[in-house]
């Protein structure tokens, strides 16, 4: 079984700061296509941001500029780092990999819980 488990979501003002970290843990050989997606009241979840194996990334429109995605296979983490928070971010943020086990020789896609964010004033 594989997990994840996003921390570090929070309250924070308008052009405040946070960064985001997510954990897999089980019997993984290799993680690939990581990202984050994010759902705000009354939205559809959206991609925020992905990094592939080789750490090719790709954003959002909106986060263009001010958030970044990395990732650290040693300790098979992603992260996102997110600057210059606006109140249009606020949204619970959804850590996505794709993760090969030892038991499987394809990619498996899992989701973590989700950490609320909140930008206000």
């Known amino acids: 079984q594989v997990q994840l488990v996003e921390s570090g979501g929070g309250l924070v003002q308008p052009g405040g700061s946070l960064r985001l970290s997510c954990a897999a843990s089980?019997?993984?050989?290799?993680?690939?296509?990581m990202g984050w997606y994010r759902q705000a009241p009354g939205k559809q979840r959206e991609l925020v941001a992905t990094?592939?194996?080789?750490?090719?990334?790709n954003y959002a429109d909106s986060v263009k500029g001010r958030f970044t995605i990395s990732r650290d296979n040693a300790k098979n983490t992603v992260y996102l780092q997110m600057d210059r928070l606006k109140p249009e971010d606020t949204a619970v943020y959804y850590c996505?990999?794709?993760?090969?086990?030892?038991?499987?020789?394809?990619?498996?896609?899992?989701w973590g819980e989700g950490t609320l964010v909140t930008v206000s004033s």
């Open positions: 990094v592939t194996k080789g750490g090719s990334t």
């Open positions: 996505h990999a794709a993760i090969t086990t030892i038991s499987t020789d394809y990619a498996v896609a899992h």
């Open positions: 089980g019997s993984i050989v290799s993680m690939w296509l």
